[in-house]
């Protein structure tokens, strides 16, 4: 499964979407990403086994628009032991392996569910694959 954010284009066509077979794969690696450089930076496109998914429980489902989210995910991923690999042997570099079209006007949903910026790297233990509830239209 690739978790791609719709607004993070890819312009280097060395990048790989290749299996994770060992562990998630984050193409959009901090130094790759033309804006999040820090360390524990899970976001934009992470490759990931459905069986790694499983395993984490998937995503919080207390998230809502945009944002933070993945911050949480990267926590289940350090908790269930999974290393994260990034690409190697990439020769652009922040400004050119990636189109970042993020429209800045729209700001997080942060009012709607709770102050997610305040909770984001604490690890969610009630929501995920086991809690969603879903009904097909």
């Given at each position: 499964?690739?978790?791609?954010?719709?607004?993070?284009?890819?312009?280097?066509?060395?990048?790989?979407?290749?299996?994770?077979?060992?562990?998630?794969?984050?193409?959009?690696?901090?130094?790759?990403?033309?804006?999040?450089?820090?360390?524990?930076?899970?976001?934009?496109?992470?490759?990931?086994?459905?069986?790694?998914?499983?395993?984490?429980?998937?995503?919080?489902?207390?998230?809502?628009?945009?944002?933070?989210?993945?911050?949480?995910?990267?926590?289940?991923l350090?908790?269930?032991?999974?290393v994260?690999?990034?690409?190697?042997?990439?020769?652009?570099?922040?400004?050119?392996?990636?189109?970042?079209?993020?429209?800045?006007?729209?700001?997080?949903?942060?009012?709607?569910?709770?102050?997610?910026?305040?909770?984001?790297?604490?690890?969610?233990?009630?929501?995920?694959?086991?809690?969603?509830?879903?009904?097909?239209?």
């Amino acid at each position: 499964m690739a978790m791609h954010d719709i607004d993070l284009l890819p312009l280097n066509p060395d990048l790989s979407y290749r299996f994770p077979s060992d562990g998630p794969f984050h193409v959009s690696a901090p130094n790759l990403h033309p804006k999040y450089h820090y360390k524990t930076f899970v976001g934009g496109i992470l490759v990931i086994s459905g069986q790694h998914f499983e395993r984490v429980n998937g995503m919080s489902n207390n998230y809502w628009g945009w944002g933070l989210e993945d911050d949480e995910f990267y926590v289940r991923l350090k908790e269930a032991n999974l290393v994260v690999s990034r690409p190697e042997d990439i020769t652009t570099g922040i400004n050119d392996t990636f189109s970042h079209i993020h429209n800045p006007s729209r700001k997080r949903d942060t009012v709607r569910l709770f102050n997610q910026k305040e909770i984001t790297r604490k690890r969610d233990r009630k929501t995920g694959l086991n809690s969603v509830q879903f009904r097909l239209k």
